[in-house]
Structures are given as C-alpha cells and as structure tokens.
C-alpha cells in the first residue's frame, strides 16, 4: 500500500510560481513512476506531468512545457512540481499519482494505482 500527501498549494496571481510537493510512503516509491494530474470544477482530471523511477525522463502535456518542471528525490520519498508562469486557466486541484509498474501509458489516469487527496491550486487574474 502506498500513501501520498500532496502540499504546496494555494492562492497567486497570474504569472506567479507555486511549488508542489508530493510525499510517498511505502517501499515501491523508488521504483514507480510518478505523475501529476489536475482537475478544475466541473472538468474531467487530465494529465499535467510525469516522470520516471529514476527522474530521467520526464515529459509535459503541452500547455504546460517551459512553464512546469517535474522532479523527485527517492531518498525522500517525494516527487515535486515547479510550477512558473501560473495563468488562471491553471487553477484546478492538482493530485500526485503513483504507477509502480513504471510502464503503463502514463498519460491515462487509469495508468495510476494510488492517488493523493489533492491540493487546491488557484490563479488569479
């Protein structure tokens, strides 16, 4: 079992930075990948960010690369997202996910086992 607790969130305007964190428990951390999702009000959850075990390979949803930077620490269990140039059409609750294969297609959110509780992201304009 594997838990996540997502922090760093919170309220900024348009063209600020925000950085999130993502801290794992459980032994596969190390070994799984590891993506970031967001959801806004009354949208479907979609893909923002993901990275590998061994955070070499990363790679963006479009509306988000130059802006948004995925990273991980393994020994301390925590994946973060750097997040610069925040416009309001970011605002969404953004969610850490873990996939411990580290291969499934990992732009679906069914590609993820284990979900944090989320964290509200808000741009203003």
């Known amino acids: 079992q594997v838990q996540l607790v997502e922090s760093g969130g919170g309220l900024v305007q348009a063209g600020g930075s925000l950085r999130l964190s993502c801290a794992a428990s459980?032994?596969?951390?190390?070994?799984?990948?590891m993506g970031w999702f967001r959801q806004a009000p009354g949208k479907e959850r979609e893909f923002v960010a993901r990275?590998?075990?061994?955070?070499?390979?990363?790679y963006y949803v479009d509306s988000v690369k130059g802006r948004f930077t995925i990273s991980r620490d393994n020994a301390k269990n925590t994946v973060y997202l750097q997040m610069n140039s925040l416009k309001p059409e970011d605002t969404a609750v953004y969610y850490c996910?873990?996939?411990?294969?580290?291969?499934?297609?990992?732009?679906?959110?069914?590609?993820?086992?284990?979900w944090g509780q989320g964290t509200q992201v808000t741009v203003s304009s």
């Open positions: 459980g032994r596969t951390f190390s070994s799984s990948a």
């Open positions: 990275i590998d075990w061994s955070g070499r390979s990363t």
């Open positions: 996910a873990v996939d411990p294969t580290g291969i499934r297609r990992g732009v679906l959110p069914s590609s993820y086992d284990y």
